[in-house]
């Protein structure tokens, strides 16, 4: 079983950046499939973005195309959302999530950290 822990969230004006990370512990991530959701007030929550861990690929949500790029470290068993020209409609709490390979479904959830972008 993997716990994750985010960070990185914090307060940002519009055009600026944020880098959030998720740790994992209790497993290696070359096990599972890794992703970026986030939650918006009176919102669904939404995927942002996805990795692959053994090919390294990513996917995204049209949203997060060109401004956001997920990425990962394998010595830190750890994976990162860079996000850039964030707009305020990006103001959202994130979370990281995990799936093992082979399943169809994120298991394991991060607790969250706030983004939160002013205009």
């Known amino acids: 079983q993997v716990q994750l822990v985010e960070s990185g969230g914090g307060l940002v004006q519009a055009g600026g950046s944020l880098r959030l990370s998720c740790a994992a512990y209790g497993s290696t991530l070359s096990d599972y499939a890794m992703a970026w959701f986030r939650q918006a007030p009176g919102k669904e929550r939404e995927f942002v973005a996805a990795?692959?861990?053994?090919?390294?690929?990513?996917n995204y949500a049209d949203f997060a195309k060109g401004r956001f790029t997920i990425s990962r470290d394998d010595d830190k068993n750890a994976v990162y959302l860079q996000m850039n020209s964030l707009k305020p409609e990006d103001t959202a709490v994130y979370y990281c999530a995990a799936r093992r390979l082979g399943l169809t479904t994120f298991d394991y959830w991060g607790q969250g950290t706030q983004v939160t972008v002013s205009s």
């Open positions: 990795i692959t861990w053994s090919t390294g690929n990513g």
